[in-house]
């Protein structure tokens, strides 16, 4: 997440996602979680001019989606 870019930030959003569904994250971890999960909708929602609350809800939901299997 130090480089700045919001592909790694997704990388790891998604590792910790698979890290989670396998066993709770420690507290660290959940917070990192919290952190890249800001970043993403932060970024998002600031380049497209949207709500971050409706971009919030689109990044849960491609999670979910990512992980239902």
């Known amino acids: 997440m130090r480089?700045?870019?919001l592909y790694d930030v997704?990388?790891?959003l998604k590792s910790l996602r698979t890290?989670?569904?396998q066993e709770p994250l420690?507290?660290?971890e959940g917070a990192c979680s919290t952190r890249a999960r800001f970043l993403v909708v932060s970024e998002?929602?600031?380049v497209t001019s949207d709500a971050a609350t409706s971009w919030?809800?689109?990044v849960n939901k491609a999670l979910e989606k990512c992980f239902a299997a």
């Open 10 to 12: 997704v990388e790891v």
């Open 26 to 28: 420690v507290p660290r």
């Open 56 to 58: 919030r809800t689109k």
């Open 3 to 5: 480089t700045g870019s």
């Open 19 to 21: 890290s989670a569904s």
């Open 44 to 46: 998002i929602s600031e």
